[in-house]
């Protein structure tokens, strides 16, 4: 399974960017899908999550700000990021799961999938 990201750069306080990550190579369509981002000299934090039923989950800190989409709840998802503030500065990573399941008789069990992650930097 790959997960390629992409959209990431620089951009001033109050500015617009959409991350997106596109998923291969799953046997079983991803469960969930997301956005993780690490600042320097912190843990990696969820930012964004959208579950294949469609329901998301959010950040406080980027509640009304950032906007997860995932059309047809297939393998591609997007963060829309507005009104950025420098403390979004972080390498962003794309996350998914796969559920566990049986393909010709032999257990697969749940997997975890991450991208290599996209720099975003806000500068004031």
């Known amino acids: 399974v790959q997960l390629q990201a992409s959209g990431g750069g620089l951009v001033q306080v109050g500015g617009s960017l959409t991350l997106s990550c596109i998923g291969s190579?799953?046997?079983?369509?991803?469960?969930?899908m997301g956005w993780y981002r690490q600042a320097p000299g912190k843990e990696r934090e969820s930012v964004a999550v959208i579950q294949s039923s469609g329901t998301t989950t959010y950040a406080d800190s980027v509640k009304g700000r950032f906007t997860i989409a995932r059309p047809n709840t297939g393998s591609s998802v997007y963060l829309g990021m507005n009104n950025l503030k420098p403390e979004d500065t972080a390498v962003y990573y794309c996350?998914?799961?796969?559920?566990?399941?049986?393909?010709?008789?032999?257990?697969?069990?749940?997997?975890?999938?991450w991208g290599p992650g996209t720099l975003v930097t806000v500068s004031s």
């Open positions: 190579g799953n046997a079983f369509s991803f469960e969930s």
């Open positions: 996350h998914s799961d796969t559920p566990q399941g049986w393909i010709n008789g032999k257990h697969i069990p749940r997997a975890d999938y």
